[in-house]
Every structure is written in structure tokens, then in C-alpha cells.
């Protein structure tokens, strides 16, 4: 194709993702109720409820629109990406929106239902048996031709951290009627980074004292790094909470916008995404049960010292992609999971506002 017939379709495409964008409504924040916290209000961004299912519906938007507006994506190319489930079905919804070829790069240990999606959506799945390879895979890909998303890459560079609906944005203006309508925490994970990044970005940027804490799996590389804001650390262990608790500090992880790093046992993530469906009366993923036990944590402090005020966190994508793992209690033994006693610790915690993590 070329130059002025490429052109012509990067619009039609650009036109047609602002349309999707139009269309979306946005995301419901949900405020909950624990009776051992007075004073203390708690609330959780549905980010599951878009159309493809989780948080990283936004920034497979983005990245389309940073490869768009760049000049990297033409009409008819594949799209590549390295991903361990919830951007590439989303990634893979936006290709099948523009009628691109889509390859997900993905370890071969990603829940089963995450890869059945993708492959609902269209998109293809190359598996890959060691994870530290994901990356040198998708790369291949793209000299083959492929447009590499490269969400890891291009993650805080992609998202207009200024505004424009971001996440941050629309969380500060769905707060604007509450009771403390300026949080005293933001809670979120660290999958790319490019979340953590916005949200830091964008509460310096408006001049507010609300503070981010990073909730990271036991071990991951963006807690061990972030105390001397060292970029060579790796991960001290692997983790089965996907799409957070990266092995390797990564391109877009900022630390500088971060106040604060909480590290969850796997046991604790499991346990809190069980509590959530019974607060929520649905299913959520592990990394939104990583969200919600650093949130309780960062509560008792709060109720500790006297204080009052709102905590924020996000609900990251749908418990059903879990069904044959973190909610199969089958599975959770050939791990050697064991969340009995962080369900009790989690449970008590809710009603009485003490921390007594199990021993």
C-alpha cells in the first residue's frame, strides 16, 4: 500500500478507536462498607467492567493510538505483544475492532481461560515455556514484520498522564461528591508500570496530598528495587499472582512517584480475592485481592494514628479467568497454597480494624 493509502486508514482507524472511546462509559467506583473502620471509607474501581474485561482495556487503547499516531501500524499487519493474559485479550479486542492480525506472546503457565479469550477474540497465542523468554519472542515477531505493541516498553509514554479520562483522572472526578473527596491513598499493582506511573503523575501534576502505595507480590522486582531505586534488582521469587510481580524492574517502572511499597504473600492475594467476592458478591482476579489486603494494611496504620479519610484502590479484571486456578481449591493444593489462615486474619480484620497477619 502506499504512503497516501496508509494514511487514510491510520485515520479511519484513529476515528474508529475515538468512537470505541465515546461509546465507553466509564467505570463504576464501588464504596464499601467494614465496620472495624469508622471514619475510614473504602472504595474500588470496577475496572473489569470494560468491554473486554479488565484494567488493561486502557491501555491497549493507548498503545494502538501511540503505534497509530507514530506511524508503526499499518493496515493489514500483525500486531505482537508479550503479555500474561489480560492485555493481550484486550489487545486482541482492539485488533479484531481495527481487523488486524493479533499474536499474543504468553508464558504456557497463563490460566487456561486467558488464553481460550484470546483465542475467542481472533487472536493468536504463541506459548513459551520459560517466561524470561516472552520478551525475545514478541521481538522476533516484530523483525518478522509484526508491530510490536510492546506494552512493557511503552507503557508511561503511551497514556496521556495529564488527563484526557485517564484513570486518575476519572477516579479524582468520581470523588468529587464523597464524603473525603481528596484520598489520603491510591492503591494499584505493578504489571508494566504504566498505571502506577499515571496515577503519581497525575496527583503531582493536580498538587494534591494524596499518596500512592504500590501493592507488589512478596519478592517482585518493583519492591525490591523501589527503596534504593535501583533498576538492576531481580525478583527474589516467581509469584502466582498474574500480571503483577514482575521478575525484572521494567521500562516504564517509575519509583520516584510512588510513597509507599507493600509486599503480599501469594497466600494473602488468594485469600483477599475470595473475601472480595463475598463483599462484592463477584469474582475478581489476584491482583485485585493483592489491592485489597495492602488497603487494609495502609487502614490500620490510619485508624492506628487517628485518622480519618477515603482509600482508593482498582477491581484489575474478572475472577472467571481464574476458575481453574486461584478458585479451584484442586489446584491451590498441587501448589502448596494454603489460605486458611489468611482468610481468618482478613475476615477479623474487617470487623475489629486490628492487622494480625498469620504467623
Known amino acids: 500500500m502506499n504512503q497516501s493509502g496508509n494514511r487514510q486508514w491510520a485515520r479511519e482507524a484513529l476515528a474508529t478507536l475515538k468512537r470505541e472511546s465515546a461509546r465507553s462509559a466509564d467505570t463504576h467506583l464501588l464504596k464499601v462498607e ?7 471509607d473504602f472504595y474500588f474501581k470496577d475496572e473489569a467492567s470494560h468491554p473486554s474485561g479488565s484494567l488493561k482495556h486502557r491501555l491497549a487503547r493507548s498503545l494502538f493510538l501511540y503505534s497509530l499516531c507514530n506511524g508503526r501500524l499499518h493496515q493489514g499487519q500483525t ?10 485479550i484486550s489487545e486482541a479486542w482492539f485488533a479484531r475492532l481495527l481487523g488486524l492480525p493479533f499474536v499474543a506472546v504468553m508464558p504456557a503457565c497463563t490460566a487456561p481461560a486467558k488464553i481460550r479469550d484470546v483465542r475467542a477474540l481472533g487472536g493468536e497465542c504463541d506459548l513459551v515455556e520459560d517466561p524470561g523468554q516472552v520478551h525475545a519472542r514478541a521481538a522476533e515477531h516484530a523483525r518478522n514484520g509484526a508491530c510490536h505493541l510492546d506494552q512493557f516498553g511503552l507503557a508511561e509514554r503511551a497514556t496521556d498522564w495529564r488527563g484526557n479520562n485517564n484513570i486518575a ?11 473525603h ?22 496527583l503531582r501534576y493536580r498538587g494534591l496530598e494524596t499518596r500512592l502505595c504500590v501493592a507488589e507480590p512478596q519478592g517482585a522486582a518493583f519492591a525490591r528495587g523501589w527503596p534504593g531505586r535501583d533498576r538492576n534488582v531481580r525478583a527474589s521469587q516467581p509469584t502466582l499472582i498474574e500480571g503483577i510481580g514482575r521478575p525484572q524492574v521494567e521500562k516504564s517502572f517509575i519509583f520516584e512517584v510512588v510513597d509507599e511499597v507493600i509486599e503480599v504473600a501469594d497466600a494473602a492475594s488468594i ?28 487502614a490500620c496504620a490510619m485508624r492506628k494514628a487517628g485518622q480519618g479519610g477515603s482509600i482508593v484502590s482498582l477491581l484489575c479484571d474478572h475472577g472467571e479467568r481464574y476458575a481453574e ?33 498469620p504467623c
Open 271 to 298: 485469600a483477599a480475592a475470595w473475601v472480595l467476592q463475598t463483599l462484592l458478591g463477584r469474582r475478581y482476579g489476584g491482583s485485585s485481592g493483592t489491592n485489597l489486603v495492602a488497603c487494609l494494611q495502609l
Open 169 to 179: 483522572e476519572s477516579i479524582l472526578r468520581q470523588m468529587e461528591g464523597e464524603p
Open 325 to 357: 486456578t486461584l478458585f479451584d481449591p484442586n489446584w491451590l493444593a498441587r501448589q502448596g497454597v494454603e489460605c486458611s489462615a489468611w482468610d481468618v486474619a482478613l475476615r477479623a480484620v474487617q470487623c475489629d480494624g486490628q492487622w494480625r497477619p
Open 79 to 88: 500486531v505482537v505483544d508479550a503479555s500474561s493474559g489480560s492485555t493481550a
Open 181 to 202: 473527596p481528596t484520598p489520603q491513598w491510591i492503591v494499584c499493582g505493578v504489571g508494566t508500570g504504566g498505571t502506577s506511573a499515571t496515577i503519581g503523575r497525575y
Open 34 to 40: 467494614l465496620p472495624g473502620f469508622s471514619g475510614i
